[in-house]
């Protein structure tokens, strides 16, 4: 007789958490507010407001979950190269006045930053979080006043190529910008990527396997400092890439980094460590969260990030999708 198949809890909470969010949503659109004329435009454009807005958070995410959630490498400073990218690209399409330079420049020039901090920084201090914490926290200041040094605190804003740009009719919110679909769908396509390479490549396997049990892997002949700095790299490019995205949708400024830093932390911790589908579910319950608390209460917007993580970590501890060590 066949074993009955383990009941898998990560799916079942996930599937809970979304479903919950849905009802949530379905009893705000009862609100006098919403029924009121042009009520519902509002919530259907609110809606699509925190949807494009949890995209922007996971491709800022996405590249904090490969160091932070995956590797155990704690990079506050992840914020800073999110807004160094995003100035640093700024910079290459106002020489070049190619956006399509200003991203790959956001991307490979945050890279290579990712590069250097993982060869002389993180590889002396592996399994030294506190130490980590620290140092990171002080390159995050020093590149902070460097950025304003240079930049000044001047706001930013990108202007995307003319096919980026404008409105697409959309049904019943009637018309959306262009741009921010193409968010979605740029984090849309990097989410399957990496999900792909980390679960259907030999590299990815690799990676996995040097986390759980990075001397085995070693032991196998596995250059596994090159790997980790490899990995290190492409999450560092995700941010500086999000910081062209995220500055062409929004703007960039000083102070940018620690909000995108702390938007990276929560994603990471209710999605659950080195998940990337929680990644995504976690940038999708705030960044919705984050957008109807703006519209419906403003004054208690901000608290509704935190009561989805205490609740989070009061039900599941490792985070929606995340497993136990």
């Not at 200041?141 to 460097?146: E, H, K």
């Not at 490019?237 to 938007?263: H, K, M, N, Q």
Request: charged share 10%; hydrophobic share 55%.
């Amino acid at each position: 007789m066949a074993e009955p198949r383990p009941v898998n809890r990560r799916r079942i909470v996930a599937v809970g958490l979304v479903a919950l969010l849905l009802a949530a949503a379905v009893l705000m659109a009862s609100y006098p507010e919403v029924k009121a004329p042009g009520g519902v435009k509002l919530f259907l454009l609110t809606l699509m407001n925190g949807i494009t807005l949890a995209a922007l958070y996971f491709l800022v995410a996405s590249g904090f979950t490969l160091v932070f959630g995956l590797m155990r490498n704690v990079n506050l400073a992840h914020g800073s190269l999110y807004l160094l990218g995003a100035y640093l690209g700024w910079s290459v399409i106002k020489w070049t006045g190619s956006w399509w330079l200003g991203v790959a420049a956001g991307f490979l020039g945050m890279a290579l930053v990712g590069l250097v901090l993982q060869f002389v920084i993180f590889r002396r201090m592996e399994g030294q979080d506190m130490r980590q914490t620290m140092v990171t926290i002080g390159i995050s200041i020093v590149l902070a006043d460097l950025m304003l040094w240079i930049w000044s605190g001047n706001t930013y804003q990108f202007e995307a190529p003319d096919f980026l740009t404008g409105t697409v009719p959309l049904a019943l919110v009637k018309v959306y910008s262009v741009y921010r679909l193409v968010v979605l769908g740029a984090a849309v396509l990097i989410g399957l990527g990496l999900w792909l390479f980390l679960n259907r490549t030999a590299i990815g396997m690799m990676i996995r396997a040097g986390v759980d049990d990075r001397a085995m892997l070693q032991a196998t002949g596995v250059n596994v400092h090159l790997l980790f700095a490899c990995t290190f790299a492409i999450g560092a490019g995700l941010a500086g890439f999000a910081g062209v995205v995220g500055g062409t949708a929004l703007s960039i400024a000083p102070g940018e980094d620690v909000r995108y830093l702390l938007a990276s932390l929560v994603v990471t911790i209710v999605g659950g460590m080195g998940s990337i589908t929680g990644a995504a579910i976690g940038a999708l319950l705030i960044g919705l969260a984050e957008q109807f608390g703006l519209a419906y209460s403003p004054t208690y917007g901000v608290v509704y990030t935190f009561v989805i993580m205490v609740v989070v970590l009061a039900i599941r501890p490792q985070g929606i999708m995340g497993r136990r060590r």
